[in-house]
Nanobody, 123 residues
Framework: QVQLVESGGGSVQAGGSLSLSCVASGRTATSYAMGWFRQAPGKEREFVAAISWSGVSTSYADSVKGRFTISRDNAKNTVYLQMNTLKPEDTAVYYC????????????????WGKGTLVTVSS
């Protein structure tokens, strides 16, 4: 069994920054690709960023490219999402997920999910 626990959400003004963390526990927690997704009110869950198990390869949604950075520390079983230059449209619940592959960025490509952390960006 794998547990994923996100933290770091909160409220920030547009242009500000937040850093999210996701701690993984359970069997072989660090041996998989990991990703971040988000779900805004009334919208479908969407891909944000993914990282390979080694941390060498990453991918991003076009909407966050250049503003968000995904990273990981396998020694700490933790994945991070640094979010800069936040916009009101970034407001959503952010979910950490374990992925089958860092190249599969579909919601269906996730095998485990955290419970999410809320990010609110005001204009």
């Amino acid at each position: 069994q794998v547990q994923l626990v996100e933290s770091g959400g909160g409220s920030v003004q547009a242009g500000g920054s937040l850093s999210l963390s996701c701690v993984a526990s359970g069997r072989t927690a660090t041996s998989y690709a990991m990703g971040w997704f988000r779900q805004a009110p009334g919208k479908e869950r969407e891909f944000v960023a993914a990282i390979s198990w080694s941390g060498v390869s990453t991918s991003y949604a076009d909407s966050v490219k250049g503003r968000f950075t995904i990273s990981r520390d396998n020694a700490k079983n933790t994945v991070y999402l640094q979010m800069n230059t936040l916009k009101p449209e970034d407001t959503a619940v952010y979910y950490c997920a374990r992925l089958r592959s860092w190249t599969d960025t579909s919601v269906g490509g996730a095998t485990y999910w955290g419970k999410g952390t809320l990010v609110t960006v005001s204009s």
